[in-house]
């Protein structure tokens, strides 16, 4: 015999007890058990309210316990179970209470558990901000402010956005009729003030070893299990704690497509739940990419410590994003004497270097061009007026302001055709900076620096090694570092 008690816990007579899920669970943790909806998973611990232990076939794990649905009578179906039909589809027609079909008891559970995790995670914020850097706040002895800013990044701004969040969803939740409940415009409204999680994504590496340096010393060790305590929140370390943003805001598309997936086109949620889908999508993806972004501006900064001579202001002071690079001849006024040159074009500049004669591996820096003033001019082959000498596979760059030309020849066709597609996807890159209001901070960019005057002293190798650019495809050049 078994029963499900209210509590949550399970009464056997010692039988195998088995569980069908309701609904896709998508591992985040290899102690976590990944299953289908229609899964049959063997339940061997129920003792925790929310998350049981279970195992399908040879491999066993935490899952959800709002995912699957008990055996009332391990030999029968349960009345309102949902049925398979061949194909191993379900059965749309089959019907629960009220009217719902398996799929609207499917988006049901879903939606519950969108709401549940919700507030589950202010909790968890709220704990945070006030079980910790309240506390913390206390203690000017042991941690200055810029301290609890590499610590805990911007948590305080994101539990703000996340209660105005949840408030948003529970005003959308039909408390009689959850599958009616129309949850997909909360995300859209909320998809622009999500991306405040990229600065708390690039932030906690930092946190991690801000933490780490600081538990090396047992007077924090002590202050922050306190905090815990104080807080009445579980045995898990700060950092531990502090990584659930970083999961939450990954978790969205996933909680999305699990949505969609149960939801009939004719559903008045079905196109708001579609577009929130791609657009908590993008959301990932532009914090992905400014992480991306981030990791490169140290391989910049080692790149231009390895140039011999340079001159002024440093590369990251405009720039962050390596397009293209190559060889190129270029041809000043007023003599028209050409000169090879390597050329590294980034963000708002391109900069000009000369390999060393014997050594080519070493690069010694000549020039740069701000590429905010100029436009790009394609050049037919033979003789060009401007620089009256016959010219092939040739471009300029035109200064609108102060009427200055620079002239530059590649080898081949295809070479130049290359160059021209970098010098539009250099432009793209700024205007989606712009869009996006991508930034780098003046601490990080004086970090990355620091850290690669010590390399560059440790005697690392020179020159244009460090910073590589790989092919175009698709329209878009995709940088590479070695």
């Excluded at 009464?11 to 289908?36: C, N, P, R």
Aim: charged share 30%.
């Amino acid at each position: 015999m078994l029963l499900r008690a209210g509590s949550g816990e399970l009464i056997s007579d010692g039988s195998v007890v088995y569980a069908e899920a309701l609904w896709d669970h998508v591992t985040m943790d290899d102690q976590e058990l990944g299953f289908k909806a229609g899964d049959v998973i063997e339940v061997m611990d129920a003792t925790n309210k929310e998350w049981w232990w279970g195992r399908i076939l040879d491999s066993e794990g935490w899952f959800p316990a709002s995912f699957v649905r008990l055996r009332v009578n391990q030999d029968e179906p349960m009345e309102d179970y949902p049925l398979k039909v061949e194909g191993g589809k379900e059965d749309d027609s089959r019907r629960f209470g009220m009217g719902q079909t398996t799929k609207d008891q499917m988006r049901t559970n879903v939606i519950n558990e969108i709401i549940s995790t919700e507030r589950d995670y202010i909790k968890h914020l709220k704990d945070i901000c006030e079980g910790y850097i309240k506390q913390c706040r206390k203690r000017a002895d042991m941690f200055t402010e810029e301290q609890l800013k590499t610590i805990f990044g911007n948590i305080e701004d994101i539990y703000r956005c996340q209660k105005k969040f949840v408030k948003a969803l529970e005003k959308k939740f039909n408390k009689d009729h959850p599958h009616l409940s129309e949850v997909g415009s909360c995300f859209l409204e909320y998809q622009t003030e999500f991306q405040i999680y990229s600065e708390y994504c690039n932030n906690h590496p930092n946190a991690c070893m801000e933490l780490s340096r600081l538990t090396k010393v047992n007077k924090y060790v002590y202050f922050f299990e306190a905090c815990r305590l104080l807080q009445k929140m579980i045995d898990i370390s700060l950092d531990g704690f502090l990584l659930t943003p970083v999961q939450k805001i990954c978790k969205y598309p996933l909680q999305l497509a699990e949505l969609l997936k149960y939801t009939n086109p004719q559903h008045r949620d079905f196109k708001d739940v579609e577009a929130a889908l791609n657009a908590m999508k993008n959301v990932a993806r532009l914090i992905n990419e400014r992480k991306r972004r981030l990791e490169n501006i140290d391989k910049i900064a080692q790149w231009q410590s390895s140039i011999e001579d340079w001159e002024g202001e440093d590369v990251l002071v405009r720039s962050s994003e390596l397009i293209y690079s190559g060889e190129l001849a270029k041809i000043s006024h007023p003599q028209a004497k050409s000169q090879q040159r390597m050329f590294f074009l980034f963000d708002h500049q391109l900069v000009c270097c000369k390999k060393d004669l014997l050594r080519r591996d070493i690069l010694y820096y000549k020039s740069r061009i701000n590429m905010d003033d100029m436009e790009i001019l394609d050049v037919e082959d033979g003789k060009d007026k401007d620089f009256n000498i016959s010219v092939k596979n040739a471009f300029k760059l035109h200064c609108r302001d102060t009427e200055e030309v620079h002239l530059f020849c590649a080898k081949k066709p295809e070479q130049k055709q290359r160059w021209l597609k970098a010098f539009e996807n250099e432009r793209r890159q700024v205007q989606l900076d712009q869009e996006t209001g991508f930034s780098i901070t003046e601490v990080q960019k004086k970090q990355a620096m620091l850290n690669a005057s010590k390399q560059h002293h440790a005697g690392k190798p020179k020159g244009e090694s460090h910073l590589n650019t790989g092919r175009m495809g698709g329209g878009s050049v995709f940088t590479t570092w070695e």
